[in-house]
């Protein structure tokens, strides 16, 4: 199986600054990542397909990047509403794996 | 617009069977699989397995064989989801979500309210 490994696991960031989240691949995997965000008590949403193709309706803030094993989720100006856990999952090969999430906190 | 809508939390005890259910609305259901994963409490997602509807065609994690059932019913646009001998360790949330293109390499873009499953005596 494809193990990703989300690092932080907590990410604590004040209202307008940029961040990012690592995602990092056991093998290479293309541009085969999605990113998904997960409030509390909600479902996930997708966020990012492709590695770096934006979603209709998710604010253009967010965006993704890389390929191969290393993969970047940026958020350009953090707001209040963007707290929540933030997940990579892979398809490049069966079963679809999820990364282990890494929680964003707002200062 | 697209929903998937999740049946009721369920409380059952060790030993016993639960099937949960996933309805789809807003699309031609037999278009795109869905998908189920597992999340435990705090914890990250695991892929249990999908079904398409266009072909009755399955697939299941590895981890989930003999344990987790996926069947449909066509007329009511629903999949189910069986898990069998049930353990504490089946204590999760269960989502479904819609596989959001027709070809591999799949992402999930639209996702159930989940099922809260409690496998307690």
């Known amino acids: 199986d494809i193990l990703l490994t989300q690092s932080p696991a907590i990410l604590s960031v004040s209202p307008g600054e940029r961040v990012s989240f690592s995602c990092r691949a056991s093998q290479s995997i293309g541009t085969s990542i999605h990113w998904y965000q997960q409030r509390t008590n909600g479902s996930p949403r997708l966020l990012i397909k492709?590695?770096?193709e934006s979603i209709s309706g998710i604010p253009s803030r967010f965006s993704g990047s890389g390929s191969g094993t290393d993969f970047t989720l940026s958020i350009n100006s953090v707001e209040s509403e963007d707290i929540a856990d933030y997940y990579c999952?892979?398809?490049?090969?069966?079963?679809?794996?999820f990364g282990s999430g890494t929680k964003l906190e707002i200062k | 617009q697209v929903q998937l809508q999740q049946s009721g939390a369920e409380l059952v005890k060790p030993g016993a069977s639960v099937k949960m259910s996933c309805k789809a609305f807003?699309?031609?259901?037999?278009?795109?699989?869905i998908e189920w994963m597992k999340q435990n409490h705090g914890k990250s997602l695991e892929w249990i397995g999908n079904f398409h509807p266009y072909n009755d065609d399955t697939k299941y994690n590895e981890k989930f064989k003999g344990k987790a059932k996926l069947t449909v019913e066509k007329s009511s646009s629903t999949v189910y989801l069986e898990l069998s001998r049930l353990t504490s360790d089946d204590s999760a949330v269960y989502y479904c979500a819609r596989r959001g293109t027709t070809v591999v390499a799949p992402y999930f873009d639209y996702w159930g309210q989940g099922t809260t499953l409690t496998v307690s005596s």
């Open positions: 492709y590695a770096s």
């Open positions: 807003g699309y031609t259901f037999t278009t795109y699989p």
């Open positions: 999952q892979q398809s490049n090969s069966w079963p679809i794996t």
